[in-house]
């Protein structure tokens, strides 16, 4: 299994950002997947999730209206589009198959000014 985010950046308050993760080595479209983030010294925090075919959605409430999942299973792609960034949304964000203990290395989401 291999998961590879990117698309993390610096950005200031208010700013977009769309997150990408490419996965492989796994029967992609048959999984949910999530977006985790974790801050500097706080635990893995659950951003959104996905349906393996893309109809049912969840997200944490300290970023609905703000964030979206959506993915691509022709491509075994998932993505998070960020917008009206935050501080507080600064963190390294990592994807997950549902049921599968494998992580990416991550990328880093700065927001500040």
């Known amino acids: 299994v291999q998961l590879v985010e990117s698309g993390g950046g610096l950005v200031q308050p208010g700013g977009s950002l769309r997150l990408s993760c490419a996965a492989s080595g796994f029967a992609f479209g048959y999984y949910h997947m999530r977006w985790y983030r974790q801050a500097p010294g706080k635990g893995r925090e659950l951003v959104a999730a996905v349906s393996s075919v893309g109809g049912g959605y969840n997200y944490a409430d300290s970023v609905k209206g703000r964030f979206t999942i959506s993915r691509d299973n022709a491509k075994n792609t998932v993505y998070l589009q960020m917008n009206s960034l935050k501080p507080e949304d600064t963190a390294v964000y990592y994807c997950?198959?549902?049921?599968?203990?494998?992580w990416g290395q991550g990328t880093q989401v700065t927001v500040s000014s």
């Open positions: 997950k198959p549902v049921g599968i203990d494998s």
